[in-house]
């Protein structure tokens, strides 16, 4: 599904893996319900329902990196932890990972495509930990330059958002429904802040992306390695908004059952 301006031209792009990423064997390689009593649920009582993850953890942007794709500060974990601040100012418990998944691979020597094998960890771990959790958001960036990433919505520039659905699993159609449905709201109240949704599967990519853990997981890019924090975290700040509205038209559905 396209949004404004996207095309094969524009399609979101990996950053290519740095050097130190390339440090595996051949082996390595080729392997609550709440009970109803008239009242709104609080959520804020509740442990977080939100768990923000960072797979590629060290995604830089060049204005803060000296123009390198990954440094191990100011990179997209900045941009989650906006995201999860408001997520907080609506009232929405909210968990922030900040592990930093790429010095975990080479610390156990394993190839960059293994980041979701260790982020797949962060969530299994999360999930056994606090089963009140139901909403998953990978936040990375995209490798695209400024002209794609980038747009002027409400007289301000804000970096631009592309929903990545995996395809490689049996029950992805829901995943999609749901980045489908965001893509939407999104373009609704912020009309040419989206790129669309891009379907992704079969060889050379993922294809999972860890979706196959939730119906409510979600993989979103945030702006381009030419973007900076203002942009971003303006854009952190309408989906904050645009999620938070649909986690409580959802809580308030499961009341009324």
């Not at 990375?140 to 990545?164: C, K, W």
């Not at 891009?198 to 945030?222: K, T």
């Amino acid at each position: 599904m396209a949004g404004e301006g996207t095309d094969l031209t524009t399609m979101s792009i990996e950053s290519s893996p740095p050097p130190d990423a390339f440090t595996t064997t051949d082996e390595e390689e080729e392997s609550s319900q709440v009970e109803d009593e008239g009242e709104e649920r609080n959520l804020m009582d509740e442990e977080a329902i939100v768990h923000i993850v960072h797979t590629h953890n060290r995604e830089a942007f060049h204005p803060y990196s000296d123009g390198q794709d990954y440094d191990t500060e100011d990179n997209i974990v900045e941009v989650g932890k906006h995201l999860g601040e408001q997520f907080q100012e609506h009232g929405i418990p909210v968990e922030v990972n900040e592990d930093d998944i790429h010095g975990s691979l080479l610390d156990q020597g394993l190839h960059f495509s293994r980041s979701y094998d260790l982020s797949r960890d962060v969530l299994v771990e999360a999930i056994e930990r606090n089963d009140n959790l139901e909403f998953f958001l990978d936040i990375h960036r995209d490798s695209q330059p400024r002209d794609i990433t980038t747009a002027t919505v409400n007289g301000e520039p804000m970096a631009r958002l592309f929903f990545v659905v995996g395809t490689d699993h049996p029950e992805y159609e829901r995943n999609l429904n749901l980045a489908t449905e965001m893509h939407y709201r999104i373009e609704e109240e912020y009309p040419g802040l989206s790129r669309g949704v891009l379907e992704r599967g079969g060889s050379g990519v993922d294809g999972v992306y860890n979706q196959d853990l939730s119906p409510n997981a979600m993989l979103i890019e945030f702006g381009g390695i030419q973007n900076n924090f203002e942009e971003l975290n303006r854009s952190a700040e309408a989906v904050g908004d645009i999620i938070a509205d649909y986690i409580y038209e959802q809580v308030e559905g499961e009341v009324e059952q």
